[in-house]
Each structure stands twice: as C-alpha cells, then as structure tokens.
C-alpha cells in the first residue's frame, strides 16, 4: 500500500476486514494525524484500540502506548501481529534479551507500535535509548490512571509527560472508558495538552436495563434471571473463591456454566474464554480479571453477585452486555450486609503505613534482597506461602503491595501468565554444523519444521505438542530444550504462571520507606467519595437509578431511562422483564415459535400467550404462520 493509499479508512479495511468506523472513532483518529493532543472518552465496548493503532499505521514511525496492563499489552501485541501488524511490548517480564531485541526492532524501523508499562519510564537508561526513535504518537490507554481523582490512580503514569519533553512534537491521544469532569480535566493537565480536543460518546447504554435486586439469599435470584433472560452471560464476584462455587451451582441447576480468574494458567484461560464466545459454556462466573479486551456482542446479561466498589469498575463490567445493540440486562444483587462490607472496604484497601512498611520488610526477607541490594531485581512471588509463613491477612495484605507499588518501591504483578518462547540463536550454516545427540536434535529439528520466524523473533512453543508429536514425555522435552540452551543454539524461555515483584530501587530500611499523601490519604478520601456514590446508587431511592449513574460522569439526562428498576416502579425481587425477553426472541431472525419461546423462557404456553396477546395488540410484535416476530420501526 503506497503511501497516498494509507488513509486510515483504507488502514482498517486492509487489516482489520472493517468498511466503516465505529461512532467517533474517525472524529479521533483524523484529530491525531493532524497532531492535535486528544481526550477520547469512549465507553466499554467502543473501540479505544482503533483509535490508536490505525493512526501508528498511517502517520508510520513508531507510536508509544502506555498501558498499565501486561495482560492485555500481551493480547494486543499478540492480535495486531495476527493481522501483520509489526507491534512490541516491553516490560519487567520479559528476560534481558528479550527487552534487547525489542530496542533493536525499535531502534532500526523494524515496528510500529511499542506497548510499555508505565513502570518503565521511570527507568533513564530506557528513556536514553528511546531519545533516537522515531516516534510520531504517544498513545495513553486507561489514561484516568493519571488522575489523582480518578478510580486507579498509579503515580508511575506521572511519568509519562516527561515523554514530551523527548518527544516535542508527537500529540497524546488520553483514553479511558469511565472519567468524571475532574478526572478528564486533570488528565488533559497532567498530559500538557497544548490544546484541548475531546471526544466523547455518551455514557447512556438505551439497549441496557439496569436493576438492582434486594435479597438476602442471591443465588434464588440469580439462578432466575438465568433461567428468565435466554443467551450468554457474565457473573461478576470479588474473589476467586467463589468464581469456583457459584459455577459448580450453576451446572448443578443444568446450566452450562465456568470460572475465570487471575490465578488460572494460560491454558485454563484461553480454553474456557474460547469455550464461552462460541457458545459451548453459557455463563462465565469471574472475578474483574475477565473482560478486558473481550469483544463478544451477544451479551444478554451481565450480574453482579457481589458490588464493585466504584461505579466507574460497575459501569465498564456492565457495559460488556449488549454490544450489538439488543435489549440486555444489567442485574446487580444486593444484601443488607453489602453496606458493612463497602464500608469495611476503605480499611481493608488503606491498612496502617506501619503495616505497609512491615510488608515491604518481610518482602525483602522473603525473597532474599539483602539490605543495600536488589536493585532492578525480579523475583517470583508466591502471594499464598507468603502470608502463611508471616501469619498475615491477605486482604490487606494485597492492599499492601497496591501501595507500595504506586509509592514506587516495589512493582507487584499479579496477572502475569505468560506461554513458552523460544529463539535461535544462531545463524542457518552455525546451526546445520551443530553436532547434537538424542532428544536435543528432535527437538530441534521438529521446531525448525513447526514453527516460523525463530531465527528473528521470539515465538510461542508449545511443550506438550512438540511432547506428542515426538512420542516423548514432556520432561524430556523441557530437558532438551535447556540443553539448546546450554549450547547457546537457542534461547528457551519457559512459561510461567508465578506473580512476580519488580524491585525499581535497592532494598531500604524499613523506617525510610515513606508513601507520599497523595498516594495514601487523598487516595482514600477519594475512595471514601467513590464508594458513597456505589451506596447511593444501589440502596438510594432518589429518582432514575441510570441518571444518577449519568450524573456522577457528568452528564444531564433530560428524562429518565424508563427501564431501570425504580422507573418501572418495581422495588420487589422479580427479574428482568419477561415482556423484554419475549421481545428480544422474536427480534431474532426468522422469529420464533411460541412454543420454542415458551420453552426458552421456562413458562407456560397460557402464561406466555397472555403476555404476548399486548405487545401484538400495540403492534410491538406480530405473528406470521406459527412464528412470531418483531416489527421494525418501519413498519409501524
């Protein structure tokens, strides 16, 4: 493609497959080619990725995106070279090497996309060796992460304006899903916008329906909306625990049903996410850990079993119902016991800065960092063992680590499964003259037939297919693959589900490890706000529970939603509509049977024909042959 042919509609259809843009993503995108900073508040669902990458393909160089998740800056890397794209990613995970031939690629042209943790521009020597990039655009995802005031606020995103100083004339495109007023003002200053160009879709969901329920035993009530709303669904809870519980109730009930968490492997993840967008599992029950970078339209229902703490985390959860644009529920079960924990929520994330300065101590003891040393170090960290051998409490022990990571002192990384990777090292004749004797030479000859792109990059194997494929068991297959590595043939780098810390600075003393206020008491002041506004949200009474919701992101609805639990004036624990439902079987195409929807939605033929025989009256619906459909707008 010449250079006249990369416009960016040109860009998305080329590697995306996409005709058109999603609403304001061009508006975005021809902002940042023609080098404005720009705010892009885009909802959960909306597309933030596109508005970044295509501009890195059409303005060429390099564009820098920061992001805070390794998780999803894995997937991305791993979504964009699918499509050819050439993108990278660099943080304390990866090996020297690895890092080394990331600069490399960099540094010679060879990508256009970077992908960096915040984290990393803390670090001169990373800052010297970008200064000769050629980077046309700073992109910043989660951008409220920068915010004093907002949810997530991480004081290594603090950082990233030093960027512009290297980097003068790249714009900065901020995105995030959830800001408040203050949060987009402060992110637009903390980013040294020189101009202020925002961008911003409504934070209103019409196809959604928002209801809380009220009931002391939730499993009655999510097992009946279950059984009432046909189609996929999400079960959000807050500990890993219970994801495992409430699925194998789930299946119990004959409902098609698993779990998904942080402390699952690669493989575990990937199979059940797989299983679930294709149908085979229904329901997903997950902690937050699920739905970052998950595009699946269908949604139907989105529950939460347990209440997040800000409504910025409940609105982008939610969000993940009803991406195609049909009617969908967003159901949240509430118990009265739920205030006490909200409330128990603030010490549990904010423990004493003496409690945090023990943490860092054992820490250092545990992993062995002797006073003095550490510096840059990366150790595995086994979260469990470590408050067992310290009789620690794990919630606040968490908290801990949270702090001390945004103070700077440690970075602790949680969500770190990463697959198998594996490089030649040497070039085509080095490797034909190698002399290797038994499983080492299998290995090695099978991999130069399965995998592409070894001697430039590193690539993902797979253990256990090369184990199966040889006949041979996968001990002996890891064997001889150190054994490559030994001899320097290749560079093996095995997988790993450990959490890890990152320790930026050598091991202080304890009574020199300081958490600035920012960091402890404003932050728990303004979670203090944020978890009043969950409160008032869930048990308040105070008109349309959608334009409360709307109100905090600072919008000024001109009418209730119609469709949220208190403006259908139904404050009982029925579940979502049986009238939505029917409607929303009948939008299918081709319609269905009234048996078939009878069926779907567990009622009786007589019951559901009473709630039909309205809807076909007001000509919402009507019925052709044996099948009922629902009548387009046009029609009417």
């Known amino acids: 493609m010449t250079s006249a042919e990369m416009t960016p509609l040109a860009v998305l259809r080329r590697y995306w497959g996409y005709d058109s843009f999603r609403p304001l993503q061009e508006e975005i995108i021809d902002s940042v080619i023609q080098g404005h900073d720009t705010l892009a508040l885009l909802p959960t669902g909306g597309g933030k990725s596109i508005t970044f990458q295509v501009p890195a393909l059409v303005l060429g160089g390099l564009t820098v995106v920061i992001t805070p998740l390794i998780s999803l800056m894995k997937d991305q890397v791993d979504n964009l070279r699918a499509k050819n794209v050439s993108a990278v990613c660099i943080h304390s995970g990866l ?170 492997s690669v493989e575990e993840k990937n199979d059940r996410q797989t299983r679930w967008k294709s149908g085979e599992i229904r329901v997903i029950v997950a902690t937050n850990a699920f739905g970052m970078g998950i595009d699946k339209p269908d949604v139907r229902l989105v529950v939460h079993y347990d209440i997040p703490p800000s409504l910025e985390e409940y609105y982008q959860e939610a969000g993940r119902a009803g991406r195609d644009g049909m009617p969908s529920f967003a159901l949240l079960i509430a118990g009265n016991y739920d205030k006490g924990l909200l409330t128990r929520k603030l010490s549990d994330a904010f423990p004493s800065r003496e409690y945090i300065r023990k943490v860092y101590d054992l820490v250092c003891v545990f992993l062995g960092i002797a006073v003095g040393e550490g510096y840059q170090a990366v150790r595995d960290f086994d979260f469990s063992l470590f408050c067992n051998r310290f009789h620690l409490q794990p919630v606040m022990t968490r908290s801990a680590l949270g702090i001390l990571t945004s103070a700077g002192w440690i970075e602790y990384v949680e969500d770190v499964s990463t697959r198998s990777r594996a490089m030649i090292l040497l070039s085509k004749e080095e490797l034909y003259s190698l002399r290797l004797d038994g499983d080492a030479d299998k290995v090695l000859q099978l991999m130069l037939r399965t995998y592409t792109g070894l001697f430039a990059d590193y690539v993902y194997i797979s253990e256990s297919l090369i184990s199966s494929r040889l006949g041979i068991s996968g001990e002996r297959v890891y064997q001889a693959l150190l054994a490559l590595g030994r001899t320097h043939a290749l560079h093996y780098v095995p997988r790993s589900d450990s959490p890890y810390i990152y320790f930026p600075t050598s091991r202080e003393l304890p009574k020199y490890i300081t958490v600035p206020v920012e960091v402890y008491e404003h932050q728990r002041e303004r979670m203090k706000l944020r978890l009043d506004a969950v409160k008032d949200y869930v048990f308040g009474t105070s008109g349309c529970r959608v334009n409360r919701m709307l109100g905090y992101f600072g919008e000024k609805p001109s009418a209730p939603c119609g469709k949220c639990d208190i403006c259908r004036g139904s404050r009982d624990n029925h579940t979502p509509d049986l009238e939505e439902s029917i409607i929303y079987l009948a939008s299918q195409p081709g319609g269905h049977t009234l048996d078939y929807i009878a069926g779907q939605l567990s009622v009786s033929l007589p019951v559901l024909i009473d709630q039909v025989r309205p809807l076909l009256d007001s000509g919402t619906l009507r019925l052709d042959g044996h099948n009922l459909y629902r009548v387009a707008v046009h029609e009417n």
């Open 95 to 264: 090996t020297r090497a690895e890092q080394k031939l990331v600069m490399d690629k960099c540094r010679l042209g060879k990508a256009s996309l970077l992908y960096v943790s915040p984290e990393k521009l803390r670090s001169s020597t990373f800052i010297d060796q970008i200064r000769g990039f050629n980077v046309r655009l700073i992109a910043v995802d989660e951008a409220h992460c920068i915010s004093q005031w907002g949810y997530d606020f991480r004081p290594s995103y603090l950082e990233i304006a030093a960027l512009r100083d290297v980097f003068p004339t790249a714009p900065v495109l901020a995105l995030t899903a959830s800001a408040t007023p203050a949060v987009s003002r402060d992110i637009m200053e903390r980013l040294r916008f020189k101009d202020r160009r925002i961008f911003s879709r409504s934070f209103s969901r019409s196809n959604i329906s928002y209801i809380v329920r009220y009931a002391e035993h939730k499993d009655a009530v999510m097992l009946k909306a279950l059984k009432s709303v046909p189609g996929t669904a999400i079960v959000y809870v807050r500990s890993r625990k219970r994801t495992r519980e409430i699925a194998e109730i789930l299946r119990a009930e004959g409902i098609t049903a698993g779990y998904y968490h942080a402390g699952l």
